[in-house]
């Protein structure tokens, strides 16, 4: 079955401090990916996606994530977080026009 | 353009009561989706429509599950003889077509008593 795992629940970062969040999937044809962010109270917003080409993608709120298919991986990046990028954030794979979802990782910033 | 909104933010209802939930899609959109969001379980799929497809209803939990969608646009969600399991936040989402980006709604939070 086509799976995602986060491995990292709770993430502690400082301002200012760069971020990787990672995610790794099962999935047996090209995946289709997808990073989705969660504030509290919240709906889901897409902060970019990877359907093909270039593997490195570049979303909102100055995040990119790089898919690498020998490690099954797609991990999301920022290279100076900001006290607003609180939140959690959801991995997902496209499983034949559903998504299925990674447990998440609830980031928390520090001044 | 207006995002997909959904009805009520949220719902108490005691246990064995019927509640239906609705979500209005982004106009335009072909694709309409619904999720569930528990603590216990995290982000689980529960059905798909396409266009006049038949649904996939393969994520739905048990037959206390339905969900049908009018004229292409609206949707509701309904849960009969509900649970204290049932107890999450459920989503809806639409996208232009399948395989796209998926937009998501604000979201309804379900306290079964």
């Known amino acids: 079955a086509q799976s995602v795992t986060q491995p990292d629940i709770h993430i502690t970062v400082s301002e200012g401090a760069s971020l990787e969040l990672r995610c790794n999937y099962s999935?047996?044809?090209?995946?289709?990916l997808f990073w989705y962010v969660q504030s509290p109270g919240q709906g889901l917003q897409l902060l970019l996606k990877?359907?093909?080409?270039?593997?490195l993608v570049q979303g909102i709120k100055g995040f990119e994530a790089e898919f690498k298919r020998s490690q099954s991986s797609f991990n999301l990046r920022k290279p100076s977080v900001h006290w607003s990028d609180a939140a959690e954030y959801f991995c997902?794979?496209?499983?034949?026009?559903?998504?299925?979802f990674g447990t998440g990782t609830r980031l928390q910033v520090f001044p | 353009g207006a995002g997909v909104s959904q009805s009520p933010s949220n719902k108490v209802t005691e246990k064995g009561k019927d509640v239906e939930l609705r979500c209005d899609p982004i106009?335009?959109?072909?694709?309409l989706y619904w999720y569930r969001q528990s603590l216990g379980q995290g982000l689980e799929f529960l059905i798909y429509?396409?266009?006049?497809?038949?649904?996939?209803k393969s994520g739905l939990p048990s037959d206390r599950f339905s969900a049908e969608r009018t004229g292409g646009s609206v949707s509701t969600l309904t849960i009969q003889r509900t649970q204290q399991e049932d107890s999450a936040v459920y989503l809806c989402?639409?996208?232009?077509?399948?395989?796209?980006?998926?937009?998501f709604g604000p979201g309804t939070r379900l306290t079964v008593l």
């Open positions: 989402a639409s996208s232009l077509v399948g395989r796209g980006e998926q937009f």
């Open positions: 999935y047996g044809a090209t995946p289709y």
């Open positions: 990877y359907f093909s080409g270039d593997t």
């Open positions: 997902a794979v496209d499983d034949t026009d559903k998504l299925i």
């Open positions: 106009s335009g959109h072909t694709a």
């Open positions: 429509f396409q266009g006049n497809s038949a649904p996939d």
